[in-house]
């Protein structure tokens, strides 16, 4: 079965810190990429998304993720946080076939301290 | 942009009682579109694909006569928690993907609806 692993279920940091998130999934077909945000109290939004070509991906607010696909991953990072990246971050998947059907990873909780 | 609706954000049910939730795409049209469940501290998972026109595709281990789904129109899916149960209680995510706007081909997600049953 296909599965999105997030190697981190919580993360702390200081401003101006970076972040790195890990995101792997298992799937040997084609798929598409996306990291979602969720700030306290409001609904997902998008962060960035891999389709195909440049495996280096740039989103809004400064994120970036990179696809590589031989390690299945597509990590998530942020040279220099802010407060305001405090948030849930979730890596999802799809498979090439049915681009509207997401599969989540469990989730990561940021704080990002003065 | 795109953007998303549900009604309601919140609704506290006795047991027993079924429950409606509305999705609506505000400014694009939507012939699909997705529920999610999240439980607390836990991903989203998805649980139906709604589809205008024509029944629900359910992911397995969803029951279909528990949540019931209809699409009747191009922007509006609704989901209706039958006779709701305490372990109904979550919370209850549409998404619907849409061609358009900055992203291109993308999902935009609601607000969410907090269910809980008593």
Redesign the interface.
């Known amino acids: 079965a296909q599965s999105v692993s997030q190697h981190n279920h919580h993360v702390i940091l200081s401003e101006a810190a970076s972040l790195e998130l890990g995101c792997n999934y298992s799937y040997g077909g084609t798929v598409n990429l996306?990291w979602?945000v969720q700030y306290p109290g409001?609904?997902?939004?998008?962060l960035l998304?891999y389709?195909s070509g440049d495996p280096l991906v740039k989103g809004i607010k400064g994120f970036e993720a990179e696809f590589i696909k031989s390690k299945f991953s597509f990590n998530l990072r942020k040279p220099s946080v802010q407060w305001s990246d405090t948030a849930e971050y979730?890596c999802a998947v799809n498979l090439g076939d049915s681009?509207?059907?997401?599969?989540?990873?469990?989730?990561t909780q940021v704080v990002v301290t003065p | 942009g795109a953007v998303?609706s549900q009604h309601p954000s919140r609704v506290i049910c006795k047991s027993g009682t079924s429950v409606k939730i509305e999705c609506r795409s505000l400014d694009f049209q939507a012939t699909?579109m997705?529920w999610y469940r999240q439980f607390p501290k836990?991903?989203?998972?998805?649980m139906a694909?709604s589809n205008e026109g024509s029944k629900a595709t359910y992911e397995q281990g969803v029951e279909k006569d528990k949540f019931l789904i209809n699409h009747a129109s191009l922007t509006l899916s609704t989901l209706t928690v039958t006779s709701a149960h305490p372990e109904d209680s979550s919370f209850y995510?549409c998404?619907a993907?849409t061609s358009g706007g900055y992203?291109g081909?993308?999902?935009?997600?609601?607000?969410?609806t907090r269910l809980t049953v008593l």
């Open positions: 996306f979602y409001q609904h997902l939004q998008l998304k389709f979730f681009w509207g059907k997401l599969q989540f990873g469990a989730g | 998303v699909t997705f836990q991903s989203l998972m998805l694909t995510i998404s993907p992203w081909n993308t999902q935009y997600f609601g607000p969410g």
